[in-house]
């Protein structure tokens, strides 16, 4: 768009996404056009900018932040012999990457199966490079030969695996509820550094280890807090502004443990100028998933980065935020964090009272 006030942003982002799907980045080129090319979408002088940039600094990917056609994939491929994606492809990637249960990988592979599915055409082996994704994760090479009809009937089997897979884990879930151990589920945007969290807690003292936790998913770890209270943490994949809508589902998929959470942890990357924006983002992503009234912690991470300069700023912000300031990396302030989170978790209401009184 010639005028897009989100610009900015949006470069940001996608570099972002692609940094989280493990692509080195060399630059950028902005096309500001009213109605874009039918055939390349950027116009020739643009094409040759995008040549001469990929030449320079050896790149072989070239991802655009709107949706092509499959004839427009073709056509800049066979100009620029550079790898071409788009935004989606990028995500779904980053979605292959990431999806860890069984429950999560079926979901990326459904919308997959598909983004691919009306990009179809009988005959076309260009095929082969429209979909998976950077490393080639996806659908899987067997599969891009398979029609239209096989897809459709590989959707639907993996849909009823999902239902049945949904219906187990309602019984886990209920059998952990019985352990009677509070769940905490990390979110936040792209980045902000829930698995640095997540990992630096998981490495550190806090840790309990018991043979009771033995059977708990790679994502969850046992945690006990300053004063030996124990709970669960769970990771999550991070927020994404903009999704595509056959994309909401697979995210979903992985973000389903937030329903049975006790306490949703918000970890935001304080140190991105963005970051009010990305807080917005995810309470939006909250409200459509009906979670917003759940307990939340917010936690300001990355503190590390920031400048003496803005240690009064972010004290404040903290304050009108509730915010818990921490370095995830360095492991500063997590007796606090974890103090909060067992005020949060384990006090009772009468405690409450009696605090007031
Ligand atoms: P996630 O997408 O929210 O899971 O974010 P990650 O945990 O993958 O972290 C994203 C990037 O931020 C990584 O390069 C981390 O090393 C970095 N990071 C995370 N926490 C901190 C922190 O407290 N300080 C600094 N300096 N970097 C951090
Ligand atoms: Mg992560």
């Given at each position: 768009e010639p005028n897009d006030p989100y610009l900015e942003e949006r470069i940001f982002e996608l570099r972002e996404l692609a940094r989280t799907a493990g692509v080195t980045v060399v630059g950028e080129i902005v096309q500001k056009k009213p109605s874009p090319d039918p055939r390349y979408v950027i116009g020739k002088g643009k094409l040759l900018e995008v040549?001469?940039?990929?030449?320079r600094n050896r790149a072989n990917?070239?991802?655009?932040?709107?949706?092509?056609t499959p004839s427009q994939v073709r056509a800049i491929t066979e100009s620029t012999d550079l790898r071409v994606i788009d935004r989606t492809q990028l995500i779904l990637d980053i979605f292959a990457q990431r999806a860890k249960s069984k429950e999560g990988k079926i979901q990326v592979e459904i919308a997959q199966l598909k983004y691919t599915l009306p990009r179809l055409r009988a005959k076309d082996d260009a095929?082969?490079?429209l979909t998976g994704g950077i490393g080639g994760r996806g659908p899987g090479e067997t599969k891009l030969e398979i029609d239209k009809r096989r897809i459709k009937d590989r959707i639907a089997k993996l849909e009823r695996e999902l239902e049945k897979i949904s219906?187990?884990?309602?019984?886990?879930?209920k059998r952990r509820k019985k352990l009677a151990f509070k769940t905490v589920a990390l979110i936040g945007y792209t980045n902000a550094g829930k698995t640095t969290l997540?990992?630096?807690?998981?490495k550190s003292q806090y840790l309990a280890e018991d043979k009771l936790?033995?059977?708990?998913?790679?994502?969850?770890?046992?945690?006990?807090?300053?004063?030996?209270?124990?709970?669960?943490?769970t990771d999550t994949v991070g927020f994404i502004r903009n999704l595509p809508e056959d994309l909401k589902k697979a995210f979903r998929a992985t973000l389903e443990e937030l329903y049975s959470a006790d306490l949703l942890l918000h970890i935001v990357d304080i140190s991105n100028p963005d970051f009010e924006s990305q807080i917005e983002t995810v309470n939006q992503i909250l409200e459509e998933m009906e979670l917003l009234h759940y307990p939340l912690l917010m936690v300001f991470n990355k503190i590390d980065?920031?400048?003496?300069?803005e240690f009064q700023l972010i004290k404040a912000l903290s304050h009108r935020y509730k915010a818990i300031p921490v370095s995830a990396k360095r492991g500063d302030n997590l007796d606090l964090l974890l103090t909060k989170i067992e005020e949060i978790l384990f006090k009772t209401?009468?405690?409450?009272?009696t605090d007031k009184v």
């Amino acid at each position: 768009e010639p005028n897009d006030p989100y610009l900015e942003e949006r470069i940001f982002e996608l570099r972002e996404l692609a940094r989280t799907a493990g692509v080195t980045v060399v630059g950028e080129i902005v096309q500001k056009k009213p109605s874009p090319d039918p055939r390349y979408v950027i116009g020739k002088g643009k094409l040759l900018e995008v040549m001469v940039l990929a030449l320079r600094n050896r790149a072989n990917l070239l991802i655009f932040d709107r949706e092509l056609t499959p004839s427009q994939v073709r056509a800049i491929t066979e100009s620029t012999d550079l790898r071409v994606i788009d935004r989606t492809q990028l995500i779904l990637d980053i979605f292959a990457q990431r999806a860890k249960s069984k429950e999560g990988k079926i979901q990326v592979e459904i919308a997959q199966l598909k983004y691919t599915l009306p990009r179809l055409r009988a005959k076309d082996d260009a095929f082969s490079r429209l979909t998976g994704g950077i490393g080639g994760r996806g659908p899987g090479e067997t599969k891009l030969e398979i029609d239209k009809r096989r897809i459709k009937d590989r959707i639907a089997k993996l849909e009823r695996e999902l239902e049945k897979i949904s219906q187990e884990r309602d019984i886990k879930r209920k059998r952990r509820k019985k352990l009677a151990f509070k769940t905490v589920a990390l979110i936040g945007y792209t980045n902000a550094g829930k698995t640095t969290l997540f990992n630096t807690l998981a490495k550190s003292q806090y840790l309990a280890e018991d043979k009771l936790f033995a059977t708990l998913d790679p994502v969850t770890k046992a945690i006990r807090t300053p004063n030996n209270q124990v709970f669960l943490i769970t990771d999550t994949v991070g927020f994404i502004r903009n999704l595509p809508e056959d994309l909401k589902k697979a995210f979903r998929a992985t973000l389903e443990e937030l329903y049975s959470a006790d306490l949703l942890l918000h970890i935001v990357d304080i140190s991105n100028p963005d970051f009010e924006s990305q807080i917005e983002t995810v309470n939006q992503i909250l409200e459509e998933m009906e979670l917003l009234h759940y307990p939340l912690l917010m936690v300001f991470n990355k503190i590390d980065l920031l400048p003496p300069s803005e240690f009064q700023l972010i004290k404040a912000l903290s304050h009108r935020y509730k915010a818990i300031p921490v370095s995830a990396k360095r492991g500063d302030n997590l007796d606090l964090l974890l103090t909060k989170i067992e005020e949060i978790l384990f006090k009772t209401p009468l405690e409450y009272l009696t605090d007031k009184v």
